[in-house]
């Protein structure tokens, strides 16, 4: 497998259009889905990989059709098988964690909390 | 005027003995005269300042009065002995044909001799002081506490009073103590003085020592950041945080852990790009405030680990965590902007 790095992999297109579905699916207090996320902590082949995506976007059409959100581009979903071949499922799903946990901008049903300096 | 400070393999003795000398130097120079400094050149430390000349010992009083650390630097002694301990210091620095000898004795670069007079190393100056680390103490005929490890007087008041004045003592519940120091790798003493008094000043998280070592590391660099941004030309580096860790058992305190915590992966940051670093400084530091509640270890263990050994496996494990108490809703962590995920992606180890 080639090397790459992570930040390459994060602002890939396919990469970025799988993350930010992700992001709203887990985050969106209407869909929360968690299932996928467990799904794909846990996946260490490209097979595994494929079929928990697979699991993944039929859940998230469900809502996406009810709540008209858009959904990942064909092309992206072969961006990002070609991304495992290339790179391994490791760092794909690293690449996709990282952007569920960016801060949204626009998604205005997510489950958005922080941002200031209250906490302490 | 270049001093040096001959390494001796015992990493906190040997920087304790670099600051002291940074101290005294500091200390004695007069206005306008050059700056003290200390740089890490692999077998010494290289300590620049001022020639002192006719050094007016009454500026190095002020540097022994019993209410700085005293009592942690001599922590295994009791009241009357610590004060005894700081005595013996204190005449060594305070004096000057003393100060004018060990002065000279640094400018030249010898390897370290046996010395004819010698003070104990105690474990709450370096853990390798530790009786008992250095000899079998079960025998098959008797039991032996072990030997003391005795140094030169003069080092051994440099190391005093270079803890004294620059470790960071973190207690945790009154029997733990852990005491950390960042190695220098270039650093000038009053900017020295000021980071750490700054740092002193804020609360670390305390659910391991190593969750204690990340903050204290991130509090450190954000420090110098800010520094740097300010103005400054110059940006003190420091390649890592030297830690000795004790425990209290019953009346003696025992050597727990000690070693070194890396905070090069903190300055690669800020060297990539010096705004965002101050966001994720930011952002980290809230996330071991959150992760110091019960709980919440996990957040801060996978954090720290991160910070340590920045790689792809480590990062994800921390995300992980960290994405689980975003989504719930008692937590109020924050979610990362994006530059500050890509910039911390940036420079990820492979």
Not at chain 2, 146 to 174: C, N, P, R
């Amino acid at each position: 497998m080639s090397e790459v790095k992570l930040s390459d992999l994060f602002a890939h297109d396919a990469i970025k259009d799988f993350g930010s579905t992700l992001r709203r699916a887990i985050r969106m207090k209407e869909i929360q889905d968690y299932a996928s996320l467990v799904e794909l902590e846990y996946v260490e082949s490209k097979e595994e990989f494929a079929e928990t995506i697979k699991k993944f976007l039929r859940r998230y059409h469900t809502h996406a059709k009810k709540r008209h959100l858009t959904i990942p581009k064909e092309e992206s979903l072969d961006g990002i098988m070609e991304l495992v071949d290339k790179y391994g499922v490791k760092l794909v799903r690293t690449a996709l964690i990282s952007h569920a946990l960016v801060k949204s901008a626009g998604d205005g049903n997510e489950h958005e909390k922080g941002g200031n300096n209250n906490d302490r | 005027m270049q001093y040096y400070v001959m390494k001796t393999g015992m990493e906190m003795f040997d920087v304790c003995r670099a600051y002291g000398l940074g101290l005294v130097l500091d200390a004695l120079r007069e206005e306008g005269e050059e700056v003290t400094s200390i740089s890490d050149s692999g077998i010494y430390y290289s300590v620049e300042g001022a020639e002192i000349t006719k050094p007016e010992i009454d500026k190095l009083e002020p540097y022994f009065s019993l209410d700085t650390s005293w009592n942690k630097v001599f922590l295994t002694l009791g009241r009357a002995s610590c004060n005894k301990k700081v005595n013996i210091a204190k005449t060594i620095i305070i004096n000057k044909d003393k100060i004018s000898q060990i002065l000279e004795n640094h400018k030249k670069c010898v390897a370290v001799k046996d010395p004819s007079n010698k003070e104990t190393l105690y474990q709450s100056m370096d853990i390798v002081g530790t009786k008992g680390y250095r000899v079998p103490v079960r025998r098959k005929a008797k039991y032996t506490e072990g030997s003391s490890m005795k140094v030169a007087s003069e080092d051994w008041a440099l190391a005093a009073l270079g803890e004294a004045h620059f470790s960071i003592w973190i207690w945790k519940g009154g029997k733990a103590l852990t005491s950390i120091i960042p190695k220098p790798e270039r650093v000038l003493i009053m900017h020295w003085k000021d980071i750490r008094n700054s740092v002193d000043q804020m609360g670390v998280n305390r659910t391991s020592i190593s969750a204690t070592l990340a903050h204290l590391a991130i509090l450190l660099v954000k420090e110098v950041r800010e520094r740097k941004k300010s103005g400054d030309p110059f940006m003190d580096v420091f390649s890592s945080l030297i830690y000795g860790a004790m425990t209290k058992t019953g009346n003696q305190w025992k050597p727990a852990r000690g070693g070194m915590f890396p905070v090069d992966f903190l300055y690669d940051l800020i060297r990539s790009d010096s705004e965002i670093s101050g966001d994720i400084f930011e952002l980290w530091s809230h996330v071991f405030r959150i992760g110091n509640g019960k709980g919440r270890e996990d957040l801060s263990l996978t954090l720290s680990e991160f910070v340590a050994y920045p790689t792809s496996e480590s990062i994800e494990k921390y995300f992980k965590v960290h994405l689980r108490y975003l989504l719930q809703d008692d937590v109020p962590i924050r979610a990362y902007p994006d530059e500050c995920i890509k910039e911390i992606l940036k420079n990820v180890r492979s």
